[in-house]
């Protein structure tokens, strides 16, 4: 994705792992994830991961925080849902800042709200999940 650059699409379920495919072959190392509860965020996690050959059931890590998966070419996704979180400080205390600054990591963060203002900007990818005008469809956003 290029700095400065937003891409908008109305996607259906099965969609998603169209969209997943365009963004998962960008620079982008850190992809945050927003939108209301049941927007999609966790079902394009779900795509992506499969798109980087993750095999088996992806869940969202809303007790756990992180879920960690091995990819075959060495590199490591974490999966972040900081639903629960309600600071920084929080984040850093669990260690999880060092996931971060991983060299070869992939970062998918729910719910970032409280760390957007602390991720490197020249590596991250935004995408905002809303409800679309009929009840299947969703807008995507990414920048």
Not at 5 to 18: G, L, P, W
Not at 110 to 120: A, F, H, M, R
């Amino acid at each position: 994705m290029k700095k400065n650059m937003m891409i908008q699409k109305t996607v259906s379920r099965s969609q998603m792992a169209d969209c997943a495919r365009e963004f998962i072959h960008s620079p982008v190392k850190i992809w945050t994830l927003t939108g209301t509860l049941g927007a999609g965020k966790t079902t394009l996690v779900q795509e992506m991961l499969a798109q980087l050959g993750v095999v088996g059931p992806v869940q969202s890590p809303t007790y756990t925080y992180v879920t960690l998966y091995h990819l075959a070419d060495g590199r490591t996704v974490y999966h972040f849902d900081l639903y629960r979180l309600s600071s920084y400080e929080q984040f850093v205390q669990a260690g999880f800042d060092e996931y971060l600054h991983d060299e070869n990591g992939i970062c998918f963060i729910e719910w970032p709200e409280i760390v957007i203002p602390y991720l490197p900007a020249d590596t991250v990818g935004h995408i905002v999940l809303e409800y679309g005008t009929e009840e299947n469809l969703r807008l995507i956003s990414i920048s």
